[in-house]
């Protein structure tokens, strides 16, 4: 290869996209037109950068398939980067085949992380790890390990093991600090931040504070029955019983675990749970059917026992009953959580991401807009929608992996 594109290639993987592009921007030859492609995804303009890697891999044409499926792997990660969430395309597939049996592993491995931190932010963490694979055998660039570092920690994170993830951005922030990249370092701060936030709000016995994820984790170790109102879950040890699919035993097993040891009433589980105003027989009636099927559900490891008043909990071994709660109130969390990194996303993306129909996520993007908490960008098919910017910021794409054109 020449020496400018040799030069723009340890441009972009330094992190400078403008010295990059002072190298190649009049050039319209295949490395040229990858190398653009990056750089513009570095800038945040992701669909000329699509176009550019695109015009790239036809350049390229099928005498070329390395370089080819380079652009091609290159795209998925713009994509990514869009919040196209959609599954991996077989072009996709065939470059990253192409990637191993020609022995360009470090690119390989880049393949093997974008398609771990898809999965990842679907909310598929065990298919995130099988996608990440193991270790591998040889020395990594500084930016990649701490890449692979991050998706660890992320999906430790959702599984709610804070020591593994502590650990893993450890080794983030030690790759990111060798590396040079200042976007890469912000990243591992920013993991290393939510880390360390509250992440629930723990009643216990009638008194409620917040909790930080490695508090959760110390709560799971412990002899108590947990009612987890993030995940809908009631567990108890290794016991964990899903409660997403029936709304009405979850806000009745919420109550009584939030009155624990007291019972709670039936005129106050019927007004809550069935949110009737003007309680009847039919009502008391259903309570009852309701109770029985929560009772059945929970046998392992608890029972719903009537009193005179009404009913109460009674765990079969733990000590202890919690609930873990959402730090606030919001109707639509799940939306915001997943506009919280800062990108900009479509509804459709929303929408495969929490597992909603696309028209539910459309209706609480209009509810948070007209509350000034999310902002859309764009018209029609190409609206994204995103948090409120910091003003200065643009976003960015980190490329861990330094280009080659060999």
Request: glycine residues 6%; proline residues 4%; aromatic residues 4%.
């Amino acid at each position: 290869m020449d020496s400018l594109i040799a030069v723009a290639a340890r441009a972009l993987a330094a992190g400078d996209a403008l010295g990059a592009l002072n190298c190649v921007a009049l050039r319209d030859d295949a490395h040229a037109l990858a190398l653009r492609g990056i750089a513009m995804a570095q800038l945040g303009d992701l669909p000329r950068a699509r176009t550019l890697l695109r015009s790239a891999a036809r350049a390229f044409g099928p005498k070329q398939p390395l370089a080819r499926a380079r652009c091609v792997v290159a795209e998925a990660e713009v994509a990514l980067a869009s919040r196209d969430l959609r599954a991996a395309d077989p072009s996709f597939e065939a470059a990253w085949a192409t990637l191993e049996a020609c022995g360009d592993r470090l690119n390989a491995v880049h393949a093997r992380c974008l398609e771990a931190r898809r999965l990842l932010l679907m909310g598929r963490p065990d298919d995130a790890e099988r996608a990440l694979g193991k270790d591998p055998s040889g020395p990594l660039p500084a930016a990649l390990r701490a890449s692979r570092a991050l998706l660890a920690a992320g999906i430790a994170l959702r599984r709610l093991q804070a020591t593994t993830a502590r650990d893993a951005l450890a080794i983030a922030a030690q790759a990111a600090r060798e590396s040079g990249i200042a976007s890469l370092t912000a990243e591992v701060e920013h993991a290393a931040l939510a880390l360390a936030a509250p992440a629930a709000r723990l009643i216990e016995r009638g008194r409620s504070r917040n909790v930080t994820l490695e508090q959760v984790q110390a709560l799971s170790s412990a002899k108590r029955l947990i009612v987890d109102a993030c995940r809908y879950v009631v567990r108890e040890s290794n016991v964990t019983i899903s409660l997403a699919s029936r709304p009405v035993l979850f806000a009745l097993v919420c109550m009584l675990a939030e009155a624990w040891p007291e019972d709670v009433p039936r005129q106050t589980l019927i007004a809550k749970a069935f949110r009737a105003k003007l309680i009847d027989e039919t009502h008391r009636a259903r309570l009852r059917v309701e109770i029985g099927r929560l009772r059945a559900l929970m046998k392992p490891i608890a029972d719903v026992t009537a009193t005179k008043g009404g009913f109460a909990l009674m765990p079969a071994s733990a000590h202890e009953v919690a609930v873990l709660g959402r730090l606030f109130d919001e109707k639509h969390a799940a939306v915001l959580a997943l506009l919280a990194d800062g990108e900009s996303w479509s509804s459709s993306a929303l929408a495969v991401a929490s597992g909603a129909s696309q028209r539910s996520v459309q209706r609480a993007l209009d509810a948070l807009a007209s509350e000034d908490k999310v902002q859309a960008v764009g018209d029609g098919r190409a609206r994204r929608w995103m948090t409120p910017p910091v003003v200065g910021f643009a976003t960015t794409l980190l490329l861990p992996t330094p280009w080659s054109t060999e």
